[in-house]
């Protein structure tokens, strides 16, 4: 592999990453509300947890705790996935 050739990949890496922060920031603006049975959640379309309310009452300590959970399932998922791609040297052709 050449040095063009590898200079293109990290082009392409840097795009790529762009792409994905412009979609969390987009994604992060916008909030879904489902309401059920006396139920009452809101959250993000990046996942983090703005309320919860059971008729009507809130908790701020159960939105803590479950927006815990979601970051670290997303940081296993990461993990998980960096070992299925092989990390950085399998967008490098390595």
């Known amino acids: 592999m050449g040095l063009g050739d590898m200079m293109g990949k990290l082009g392409d890496m840097n795009k790529l990453r762009q792409q994905a922060m412009t979609m969390q ?8 509300t489902v309401e059920e049975n006396g139920v009452k ?3 993000t379309g990046d ?4 309320s919860i309310e059971i008729q009507g009452l809130s908790n701020e300590v159960l939105n803590d705790v479950i927006n815990k959970a979601i970051r670290k399932s997303q940081e296993l998922a990461a993990k998980e996935l960096m070992n ?6 399998g967008l490098m052709g390595n």
């Not at 920031?25 to 879904?32: G, M, R, Y």
């Open 41 to 43: 959640v809101v959250i």
């Open 47 to 50: 996942q983090k947890i703005i």
């Open 25 to 32: 920031k987009n994604l992060a603006a916008q909030t879904i």
């Open 84 to 89: 299925v791609s092989g990390g950085m040297g």
